[in-house]
């Protein structure tokens, strides 16, 4: 491999470039996760850190990963053999699918063609044809990080609402917290379940839950075992500024910054950025004659592109010659799409120079693996950027 | 409360001091989870975290907390209504309990009275007892945080061993790991559980499950319900150097740096330094007048010294003097102990001169607070640290 | 302004964009100036230093500025009223001769037009016409950070010695030093200047001065009063690894650091990708249309490009406009080129996609300034970067 | 050598324990020195340095070490020839001496023992034989750093004020500035020179010179050849916000943080802790039974303390015993003190307990060397630090 030059860009769709401002934040010492300056720093992010999903009800944050805060939502609010509908809109839907069965529960997993996003209409269907409600929760991935595809959530919530059936509504939001205009309490989602490392521009480590007091009633009955993500404790332990048990202090100093950064250039700026960077990527990849593995032009995610190559190129060696080539990651194929798609993250911290370099070193790296893509994509993307 | 002024002294019992070589290792940008560089990470601190815990079985590493790796350990080995036998040697090894019983485990729980480490006689009476073989794992704390107490590992080996149970060993090493000697695999260990911000001297963010074989083969037969701590999927990722959920980037880079201070300063060097320091302190706290917690001379923790202080003060209010005028945090009575020790931790990042500001701050602050200490407690101290 | 979002692009020719290596190099705790790991220290530096100037000779470091280590150069090899013969190449040349002339040199200015090198062959005549030996010294500036134009130096050097003058030749390599190749030892400098905030990629605040043994011997009977600048206290103390003021010592971890990184690319490849960068540069300017301020084909810098604007434009307003919107500093036009021209750093830590970054807001500031530069510029310039 | 380990205790008088609050200020990316955030950057600590120097008058900031700002002082306000006074106070008040000696200065240098500070009687007598008023300046060190003399500004300036002498008054506070009480406007001193690394709880790496309005007017006729160091240069730009050479940004970042910090914990009490550690070291060195170097009772310095080690032995084999053994740096003797005292700086970012470790570390390596010092030192201290 070539010694990388310059700086690396991370263009994966998480952990995406974390700011030096927040990695500077979280090199301060350490402290006594019990003491008065620590509660002042509990206080300070479980408040700030509401907005950004659109709640004013807790947030209970643990040292963790998404694939933990997926678990907390599960094993919070059910009980063994509970059924619970999910949509197969890609890769971690399906191994959010995969998690919930290895605790027990039965899910019905709404076939897709990860191209798409929720079908509102089939799960209306669903709903209206579980007269005994059988169905404890629904669980919606907000934004498929495998697929680039955003699924909407107020159809969902709709159908949920108009169906009057009483399941619980879970949404993953772990590549579009932050990113995307996510409402936790006016969609009436029940559980919103994110993660650091992604927009909220922080290392991974840290998992969230966003809870209605619908799902903290059911937390109430729920019979899944749990005690490290049993939501109560924290919220408890929260009131006073504390967790139940030690949580990761420097990972929350980050976070402490990162919320700072995104109130400072404001949460519709921010969503208005990504809107804006995904459409000039479209236009590059359109100008490539490339296609988009996203078939639903409402569907396109503001957080990452994930786009098809040609049917005789390998998508892992074209992304293996870009990093080589030029210091950038791009994210893989993942599951049935392994080597026929990459994915571009143009999330988190990052600005419209920096999608120049991500597109101009996509470009070339097509280009040199005998993908015939011709000029106009960052042209077009300049268009794009440029009229903004 | 005053402006703090100069650096802080974290001497609770962790987390501890971090040192800046460890926070500016943090400090670098984060990577692609699934590119090389990463995968040159993960076998890099796998193999290299392996002799702290004495052991050349795997290591399973968390984003999580001491909490979640306790769990990782019970839910990686037991079935619903396991039987499990534990023991009471302080506040941890009680809330460890609650966990069980929360997971749905029945817990054998042998009362102590706080100031002893595990009665390994009594452990093997129980064995015998158990003809039916019904008690399913055995759970011990080797370093009581709460207490200062010790419990030594080989006799409850030698317990298990000789009465031929079956029954699983896990030892949490929460406040013992990388600052006391520890030998997972020639004491028979099958799970030691342990986290980052001890004696590993990182933020809080990581937790550890050094596994057994015979933990194992436990894990194929497990039933309590478990996906985000299985180690199976865990230990197949690390193979090729990395993990089936995004791994907690940044405190690895933590991880590979304190692991690189604990080697070049020597695991014998660093656990007789330990030593060294529980003796100065026990030697400040007996020429005080006071009482030390822990009534056993053979269980005297290297890590944290936990004192009594007399009936009529609060312990509580010497820590807020001392935070107040000293700038250090020491660490609270837990539970039923609460106002009535304090404890200081000297373990991790740490040397002669630290211990004798950190016992100087006490001396003062006791006296400050009322506690007819003399002046001798410092003087006994550097009598240990110079000879030494 | 608008709040700046992302990464700044820092591509003014120097300070350029420091790594994170190095920032966090710098950020190690402040050691003993006068202690063992200290000498290591300078050791260390000192020596691994020499290649990038091209010299096995001693090079002397102060704390200062490039502006400090003219004058050092200056103050160590010559006497009140001496004669210089110096270069108008651009803006920089005529701050050094102000210097000059302000330390009670007399400077022989030979006037130039700012978009050329230095002459030769008018030096060749002059030296030949100074039959008298009155020239103490000849005074070159390497690489005009104010212009873009790059001086060849061996001819510089040929010319005094087929005249058999003997004066010395200072050179200024401020932005060119660890960005373009340069040899003091086999090119017969007798003193070269430069800083750290360029291709040495540290932050501001370090001078340095490599030195002929021609340089030291003029050292020993020039009258210019020093002190600090004095070369000879800090050659002697260096011996040992110390200095005879205190050094900045975090600047020097830095230079560690960033002459390892140097080290690890490789000084062919780090001219190289310079070269190339800047070949691509320009391929984009002239696809924009516009007028390189460098005139002579053989003189483009490696380092950064002056590139001048329609005559109705005002080059302060482009950059205002690009700084604003894109988050980028450009170089603005310096002295009597004020307004007319901007530059565009490209050195230092700096990489492909980086450059595509640059010159894509380049050329969408232009256009929304009103400067008519059409698409082509960013495509001829990754043209070159894909070819390389 | 011993591994080191834990925090090393820089106790030498400076450069002192920088603040990780400043380490982390220092490693922001470096800026644009031309650009509207540089502009807001010196405004603000160039007003904020003003009261920690006492002073309403322009301060100026140099890239260069408190060596450049004794020369600063000297090149702007005086001609070659001038006759200044000075006192021969210890080894850098004689360094002082040989650097304005090597400008070409003619230094009156009034003899003392290293261990008194300035006699400001002898001064008035040289003042009032001084008819013809050929004495351009007076010198005067306001800490010695190489004895722990402190010398009184007030009489100095009372004895030029009666005399009616038009000599500048020239006042080095390079280990003082920010540690010591000290008031550039209302004492009448005219240059008081300074630097980074002591007080002010930086890196070395910057200089300072706070200026009067007599001295202004002396640069403008002062004929010592100058140019970086001219202050006129620089008083002009920084109206602006900006420097007339590049200046070095990120340890302006670290100023701009310490600065925050000595006004969060308020001057005074800056002012007050100083005094309160040395006096509690003086309390230790007694107990020691050892002797001061600095035989004035009203001149002892807050900064820091010369101890005198019996004749048999070597301060040096002490230093190396405790820098091996116990991980502390402490100051040498310098110049005729060499081996015959150590220097402990208590200076900058330091609290109680970091003192107790350091006198901790004293007097064991005391101790350990054959120093019969007994155990009373640190217990005095202590008493000091305790009734405070």
Redesign the interface.
């Known amino acids: 491999?070539a010694?990388p030059?310059?700086?690396?860009?991370?263009q994966?769709p998480?952990?995406?470039?974390?700011?030096?401002?927040v990695?500077?934040a979280?090199?301060?010492?350490?402290?006594?996760?019990?003491?008065?300056e620590f509660a002042a720093l509990t206080t300070d992010v479980l408040e700030a850190v509401k907005p950004v999903f659109g709640t004013t009800n807790p947030v209970v944050v643990?040292?963790?990963?998404?694939?933990?805060a997926?678990?907390a939502a599960l094993?919070n609010t059910l009980s063994?053999g509970d059924r619970v509908l999910a949509f197969e809109t890609g890769h971690f839907a399906t191994l959010w699918r995969?998690?919930a069965t290895?605790?027990?529960l039965t899910v019905d997993f709404l076939p897709g063609d990860w191209r798409h996003g929720v079908d509102a209409d089939a799960l209306a269907e669903r709903l209206a044809a579980d007269t005994a409600h059988e169905i404890a929760a629904v669980c919606v991935v907000h934004n498929e990080t495998s697929t680039g595809v955003t699924s909407a959530i107020p159809p969902v919530s709709r159908a949920l609402r108009e169906s009057g059936h009483p399941a619980l509504l879970l949404v993953d939001t772990i590549s579009s917290l932050g990113s995307v205009d996510y409402r936790h309490d006016e969609w009436g989602v029940d559980v919103t379940i994110s993660?650091s490392?992604k927009g909220l521009m922080l290392?991974?480590?840290l998992?969230f839950n966003a809870v209605s007091d619908k799902a903290l009633r059911a937390a109430e009955t729920a019979r899944?075992?749990?005690?490290?993500w049993?939501w109560r404790p924290v919220i408890e332990a929260n009131r006073t500024g504390f967790f139940?048990?030690?949580?990761?202090?420097?990972?929350l100093y980050g976070l402490r910054e990162a919320l700072r950064m995104l109130d400072?250039?404001?949460l519709p700026?921010v969503f208005a950025?990504h809107l804006r960077h995904a459409e000039a990527t479209r236009a590059a990849v359109r100008a490539w004659g490339l296609d988009l593995l996203c078939l639903d032009d409402r569907a396109h995610s503001p957080a990452l592109t994930a786009v098809l190559v040609p049917g005789e190129h390998d998508a892992d060696k074209i992304r293996a010659i870009i990093?080589d080539?030029?210091?950038?990651?791009l994210g893989?194929g993942l599951g049935k799409l392994r080597g026929k798609v990459f994915r571009i993250g143009h999330l988190g911290?990052?600005?419209?120079?920096?999608?120049?370099?991500?597109l101009?070193?996509v470009?070339?790296g097509l280009?040199?693996a005998g993908v015939p893509v011709g000029?106009g994509g960052?042209?077009a993307a300049?268009?794009v950027?440029?009229a903004a």
Chains 1, 2, 3, 4 share one sequence.
């Open positions: 491999m010694q030059i310059g700086r690396h860009f991370l994966i998480g952990p995406t470039n974390v700011p030096d401002r990695l500077r979280m090199s301060a010492p350490t402290i006594d996760h019990r003491g008065p643990y040292p963790g990963s998404g694939t933990g997926w678990e094993v063994p995969d998690l290895n605790l027990g993660c490392q290392p991974p480590g998992g899944l075992p749990r005690s490290y049993d139940p048990s030690t949580p990761a202090t420097n990972l400072e250039e404001g700026q950025r990093l080539r030029f210091n950038m990651s893989a911290h990052f600005n419209d120079l920096t999608l120049a370099g991500t101009s070193g470009q070339m280009s040199l000029h960052i042209t300049l268009d950027l440029e």
